[in-house]
């Protein structure tokens, strides 16, 4: 079935460094793949998406890219900052239309290090 | 705009019991979503509406879970009777027919004991 496949589980990175965080899709027909940040007790908040037509997208220090070809897509969060430590899940799907899903990887728990 | 509201925030009971869980999306959302997160997991999708219509129930354990949007609007979540592995955090979504971003409500942490 489909399936999204996160890596890795765990990251720890000192503050001012970059993480990488980096998922896999089964479904060659997704075409929406957000990303979404969860702090602890709070509900999950889009923080980046990319669509399929759309090889990289950068806002601020968060950037995404995505390789169709290879079916994976990557979050790349430069000059970390402790309060970027959170749970961080990658999905994909067809995002929208009357039966637009999403399938959510497992997630990233991130902590940076002041 | 108001976000999506979900009601209990917590819930505590034994296993066997019965749970309902309500949610209220964004105003003008025709598409819902109730997802079951486990401690340590990615949400994983229950049931999906468009508007009162069922569109996906596949992982929906079927025997146990059930849920309604009657008018297309709010929805409610049951489980009967609940097991100890129904333990998790129940996330509700919406999302405009043709958006693509799902907004999520803060979510209902249910214990089994």
């Known amino acids: 079935g489909e399936n999204v496949e996160q890596h890795p589980s765990t990251l720890s990175v000192q503050e001012g460094d970059s993480a990488v965080i980096k998922c896999t899709y089964s479904d060659s027909a997704s075409n929406y793949f957000p990303w979404y940040k969860q702090e602890l007790g709070k509900r999950p908040q889009l923080i980046i998406d990319?669509?399929?037509?759309?090889g990289e997208k950068k806002d601020q220090r968060i950037a995404v890219t995505l390789n169709k070809t290879a079916k994976h897509f990557s979050l790349h969060i430069t000059e970390t900052q402790p309060e970027d430590s959170a749970v961080y899940f990658c999905a994909g799907g067809c995002g929208s239309g009357n039966t637009g899903k999403l399938i959510f990887g497992q997630g990233t728990t991130l902590q940076v290090k002041p | 705009e108001a976000g999506v509201a979900q009601s209990p925030r917590y819930k505590i009971i034994e296993k066997r019991q019965s749970v309902a869980f309500w949610c209220n999306p964004i105003s003008g959302h025709a598409t819902l979503y109730w997802y079951q997160q486990i401690l340590g997991q990615g949400p994983k999708l229950l049931i999906q509406f468009q508007n009162n219509g069922v569109v996906d129930d596949s992982q929906l354990p079927k025997d146990r879970f059930s849920a309604e949007r009657l008018k297309g609007v709010d929805s409610t979540l049951k489980i009967q009777p609940a097991k100890l592995e129904d333990s998790a955090v129940y996330l509700c979504a919406s999302r405009d027919s043709w958006g693509y971003e799902q907004y999520f409500g803060p979510g209902t942490r249910l214990t089994v004991t």
């Open positions: 990319i669509r399929s037509n759309v």
